[in-house]
């Protein structure tokens, strides 16, 4: 990301701060729709798979078993906050400590008052080189109109 900030940053005092506060809007909700993808794709940023769950000891025949994160993708969760000089896609509320053990891969209580559980790192947030690209297309396309 640094190389983008440094690239664009001189390109971007050219314009107004209602201008830039308009395009972090953009790629704000860009980036979290791009998230909201890699999340439901199941992908870390580099494009490998999340690590699967732990198998349980007892498990039941016959049952569904659901995708993981499939709520916390929601825009409900997973918020945007822009301002002229940045943009911030993150968690916010309950979610944030779930998301928080899973990004860094922490140990936490999978139940209150069950054992501490190890979780692999699953980086639920986190830039690809096409969102570096879609960032950069974004900004040039608003200094050409």
């Known amino acids: 990301m640094p190389a983008i900030e440094s690239g664009l ?4 005092a050219n314009l107004s701060p209602r201008a ?8 704000a909700r860009d980036l979290r729709r791009s998230q ?4 439901t794709a199941q992908q870390n940023p580099d494009g490998s798979a999340f690590d699967p ?9 016959g049952r569904v078993r659901r995708t993981m994160f499939g709520k916390l993708k929601q ?5 945007t906050e822009t301002t002229a000089s ?3 896609v993150g968690f916010l509320g309950r979610v944030e400590r779930i998301a928080r053990v899973h990004q860094f891969g922490l140990r936490d209580r999978a139940q209150p008052g069950g054992p501490m559980a190890q979780y692999p790192a699953r980086q639920l947030l986190g830039f690809t080189d096409a969102d570096e690209k879609r960032i950069a297309d974004a900004v040039l396309a608003r200094l050409a109109a």
Do not use: E
Not at 9 to 12: I, Q
Not at 36 to 39: A, F, P, S, T
């Open 20 to 27: 830039r506060k308009q395009l972090a809007k953009d790629i």
């Open 9 to 12: 940053s001189g390109l971007l």
């Open 86 to 88: 940045g943009v911030v």
């Open 75 to 79: 825009a409900r969760w997973l918020k």
């Open 53 to 61: 769950r732990k198998p349980q000891i007892r498990q039941q025949k």
């Open 36 to 39: 909201q993808q890699r999340i």
